[in-house]
């Protein structure tokens, strides 16, 4: 400290007499070992206590692994920390750092290192990695620090079972199965077959992997399990054991896997053509995250967060993504729902909203009946696509009733030139620039006398125009 505190006046001097200093802060280092007495059977490493402490020194370690070595005939099980402290971060947070306008050469960088030695056996001659944390002397068998109590460490290997992620710290003697270390009660020796990470098979029954109460039995579950739908990143897998459909490992109440089938997106829409479809949902909008099945008549819409939503009675349902949009909608029973709505409501909220004749879209960020325009958001009536005065004057429902006749799309070739998409009812003919969102050309004709009315943008205190034909 004293040297530390010596070189920072040596260097404040030379700034104030103008003589060459170094540029960047200096740094100082410290180095710690800790030495650990071999643990019991069942004891976690953050359990144990050092034996001895003493700063770093240079040891004579044969590496048999990343984290298992020998030394002095002994072996140990290694692990390494460095932290390096900075006087002045790159970012510090919104809080000012003062040390940022100390002079650098002033600066005092520390590096920490730890280095942790855990005795594992004085047989380290023998000591032999096995993979996944485990090792062996020939006589014991070793979970990084710990023991493990009755494991035969002639027949002891690691294996990954079908279906584990290869990290998932499976192991087998001959006479018992182990998973983290803890042999499984119940497991034989044999093929075990692990499904979503969330259940396992074995001898013929069923587990579960529980990451708090670890590998417990569940008589519950049949064994012959098939998954249906592979995890997605709100979600886990969906899987069926030919009786019950299981997500995270519970059973969906009221579903049975015999009626139970997922559902795929459809485009074109049956009966619908005027709805402008995307024929493979978009893979980076919110509506690839999410999964629809069929059980029997009912839907269920896997929401956000393993919110598993239900519409009931709807046979002849299916659900698509628009052309240009994100929107994930649904249609039945001549109903559409905005699905992705529903599945970030509170409670079983259901949105929908029933349309009427054919359905058209999208239109200028909308969808069209023959009642009227809707938002494909959140399905109400009550906003518009036009604009001010031009709202108020030509806006074809009010309250859900047409207020001039049935409103009817124009074919393609009956588009004016500059325009997407036209509609018209026995009133007003309605001109849309763009199918995705409303447009300061969007123009409504009065069929009366060819009155044009144009937004000349949609704001506040609009003006609309009113231009003769």
């Known amino acids: 400290m004293r040297r530390a ?44 206590r050092p034996e001895r402490t003493n700063a770093c020194q240079k040891h004579a370690i044969e590496m048999r692994s990343d984290r298992f070595g020998v030394i002095d005939g002994q072996g140990y099980f290694i692990t390494t920390d460095v932290n390096t402290s900075l006087a002045c971060p790159h970012s510090s947070g919104p809080a000012p750092n003062f040390n940022c306008l ?37 006589r014991m068998v070793f979970s990084y620090t710990s023991p493990i109590q009755g494991a035969d460490a002639a027949s002891f290997q690691v294996f990954t ?16 199965i182990y998973h983290d270390e803890t042999p499984v009660a119940g497991m034989v020796p044999g093929p075990v077959e692990v499904f979503d990470g969330r259940f396992a098979v074995n001898g013929g029954r069923v587990y579960e992997l529980d990451a708090l109460d670890g590998v417990k039995p569940r008589p519950d579950v ?33 579903v049975r896997a015999a009626t139970f089938q ?77 699905l992705e709505a529903m599945g970030t409501a509170l409670g079983d909220t259901e949105v929908s909203r029933a349309y009427v004749g054919r359905l058209s879209g ?20 009550s906003g518009s696509l036009l604009c001010g005065q031009v709202a108020d004057l030509a806006w074809p429902e009010r309250d859900g009733v047409p207020r001039f006749g049935p409103l009817r799309r124009l074919p393609d070739a009956q588009v004016p030139a500059g325009f997407k998409v036209a509609f018209e009812n026995a009133r007003y003919r309605y001109l849309f620039a763009s199918p995705q969102q409303s447009t300061e050309l969007d123009t409504v004709i009065d069929l009366r006398d060819g009155r044009r009315m144009q937004a000349g943008w949609c704001g506040e205190g609009i003006q609309p125009q009113v231009v003769r034909r």
């Open 102 to 138: 100390i002079p650098a050469p002033l600066r005092r960088n520390e590096v920490t290192e730890t280095r942790n030695y855990y005795r594992l056996t004085a047989q380290g001659a023998s000591l032999r990695p096995l993979g996944q944390g485990y090792a062996t002397d020939g």
């Open 5 to 48: 505190q010596l070189a920072g006046l040596v260097m404040a001097g030379a700034m104030l007499l103008g003589l060459p200093v170094a540029s960047q802060a200096y740094t100082v280092r410290s180095c710690t070992e800790y030495w650990y007495p071999p643990a019991k059977p069942g004891q976690s490493i953050s359990d144990l």
């Open 161 to 176: 079972p079908q279906g584990a992620a290869a990290d998932a710290a499976w192991a087998r003697d001959r006479a018992r």
């Open 222 to 254: 049949r064994p012959n399990l098939t998954v249906l739908a592979f995890a997605l990143p709100l979600y886990d897998n969906i899987i069926s054991d030919g009786q019950r459909i299981y997500v995270r490992g519970k059973p969906l109440d009221g």
């Open 262 to 338: 997922m559902l795929p997106s459809t485009c074109p829409v049956p009966g619908l053509p005027d709805l402008q479809c995307r024929n493979t949902l978009t893979r980076n909008t919110i509506a690839a995250h999410f999964l629809i099945a069929r059980s029997g008549n009912d839907i269920l819409y896997f929401g956000e967060i393993y919110k598993v939503v239900r519409i009931r009675n709807a046979p002849d349902f299916v659900y698509f993504q628009l052309d240009g949009s994100d929107e994930l909608l649904g249609i039945g029973g001549h109903r559409v729902f905005q």
């Open 362 to 381: 999208p239109v200028a960020g909308y969808l069209a009946d023959e009642v009227g325009f809707f938002s494909m958001h959140d399905l109400a009536r």
